[in-house]
C-alpha cells in the first residue's frame, strides 16, 4: 500500500514537475521574446533618437546656412539699388543730353533743307535759259561791281553784307557817276540780240578831246 501512494504521488510529482519545467520553458519564451521587442524598439528608439539627433544638426546648419545666405543676398539687394539709382541718374543725363542733342538735330536739319532749297532753286536759275526782259540786279561799290542778284529786292534784303542797317531806305541815284555812291544798285536787261545782259540806264557817254 506504501509503494502504491509513493508511486502515485512520484508520478504526480513527475508531472508537475514536467508542467513546471513546460511552463519555465512558457515563461522563458515569453520572456525572449519581450527581451527581443525591447531589444528592438531600443534599438529603433536608438536609430530615431539619432536621425533626430541628425535632423537638427542639420537644421541648425541649414538655418546658419540660410542666415548666412540671407545676408549675401540683402547686400547684394542693396548694391543692385545704389546701381539703379547711378544708372537712374545717368540716364537723367543722357536724356538731357539726348534732348539737347535731338534739338540741334532739327535746326540743323531744317537748315539743311532750306540750303536744299535754295541750292535747287538756284541750279533751276542756272540751268534756264535767260529770256528776253530778264533782268540782273549788279550791286556796286564806289562805282565797282560788287555782288550780282536776281531781283533788286534780294539785293535790298542783303543789307547786312553791305554794312547798311536793315532798315536802310534805298533812294533812285541822281546823275552823279557811279564812283560818287558807296553803294549803287544798277539793273541789267538781257538782249538777246546780243546774247547779254546790257545796263538799263547806260550813262551819258564822256566826251572826248579831240573827237569830231
Given amino acids: 500500500m506504501i509503494r502504491i501512494v509513493t508511486t502515485r504521488r512520484l508520478q504526480r510529482l513527475e508531472q ?9 520553458r512558457e515563461v522563458q519564451a515569453q520572456a525572449d521574446t519581450a527581451l527581443g521587442r525591447h531589444v528592438h ?16 544638426s542639420a537644421a541648425r546648419w541649414d538655418k546658419d546656412t540660410a542666415e548666412t545666405e540671407a545676408k549675401r543676398l540683402r547686400e547684394h539687394v542693396g548694391e543692385l539699388e545704389d546701381a539703379l539709382e547711378r ?7 543722357v536724356g538731357v ?12 536739319r531744317q537748315e539743311l533743307l532750306l540750303k536744299d532749297i ?13 529770256v528776253e526782259g530778264q533782268s540782273l540786279t549788279v550791286l556796286l561799290h564806289h ?19 553791305h554794312g547798311l542797317p536793315a532798315d536802310h531806305v534805298w533812294k533812285p541815284c541822281d546823275d552823279r557817276p557811279p564812283a560818287a555812291f558807296t553803294w549803287r544798285c544798277e539793273a541789267f536787261i538781257y538782249n538777246p540780240v546780243s546774247n547779254g545782259f546790257r545796263r538799263l540806264h547806260m550813262p551819258a557817254p564822256k566826251q572826248i578831246e579831240g573827237a569830231a
Wanted: proline letters at 3%.
Fill in 87 to 93: 544708372a537712374e541718374a545717368t540716364t537723367d543725363e
Fill in 97 to 108: 543730353l539726348l534732348s539737347g542733342a535731338m534739338k540741334e538735330l532739327s535746326v540743323s
Fill in 118 to 130: 535754295a541750292i535747287g532753286r538756284l541750279r533751276e536759275e542756272l540751268e534756264a535759259e535767260p
Fill in 16 to 24: 508537475n514537475a514536467d508542467r513546471a519545467r513546460a511552463r519555465v
Fill in 41 to 56: 524598439n531600443a534599438v529603433e528608439l536608438t536609430a530615431r533618437a539619432e536621425q533626430a539627433e541628425a535632423a537638427a
Fill in 143 to 161: 562805282g565797282e561791281p560788287h555782288t550780282i542778284y536776281v531781283s533788286r529786292g534780294d539785293a535790298h534784303a542783303d543789307t547786312a553784307t
